[in-house]
Nanobody
Framework: QVQLVESGGGSVQSGGSLRLSCAASGYTYSNHWKGWFRQAPGKEREGVAAIHNNGTTTYADSVKGRFRISQDNAKNMLYLQMDNLKPEDTAMYYC?????????????????????WGQGTQVTVSS
């Protein structure tokens, strides 16, 4: 059974840093995309960052220059380094994996691209 398990969330003050981790079990990260999404109360889930198996990355404009996504395929791990955190970054953060081909028109940071999701880890940033 495929499982994605996030860890590393917590509470920090504005300007602080956190590193999220996502461990995959039940399959090996395939030659597709892996991503981090977040959802704040009352808001839609939004794509934050994504990385292809070949190392190509993409970021939402709101986190460019502050967040960095990385992977360790040998360990089936996905990471999100978050620096200079702001109160508006407060949300539940989810990792997601695409294991099947999808319509190429689906954007990389669209939740529609991903077919496996973790349970989430909470990030709270206070001002």
């Amino acid at each position: 059974q495929v499982q994605l398990v996030e860890s590393g969330g917590g509470s920090v003050q504005s300007g602080g840093s956190l590193r999220l981790s996502c461990a995959a079990s039940g399959y090996t990260y395939s030659n597709h995309w892996k991503g981090w999404f977040r959802q704040a109360p009352g808001k839609e889930r939004e794509g934050v960052a994504a990385i292809h198996n070949n190392g190509t990355t993409t970021y939402a404009d709101s986190v460019k220059g502050r967040f960095r996504i990385s992977q360790d395929n040998a360990k089936n791990m996905l990471y999100l380094q978050m620096d200079n955190l702001k109160p508006e970054d407060t949300a539940m953060y989810y990792c997601a994996a695409q294991t099947m081909s999808t319509n190429p028109a689906v954007q990389v940071l669209s939740a529609m691209r991903y077919n496996y999701w973790g349970q989430g880890t909470q990030v709270t940033v206070s001002s």
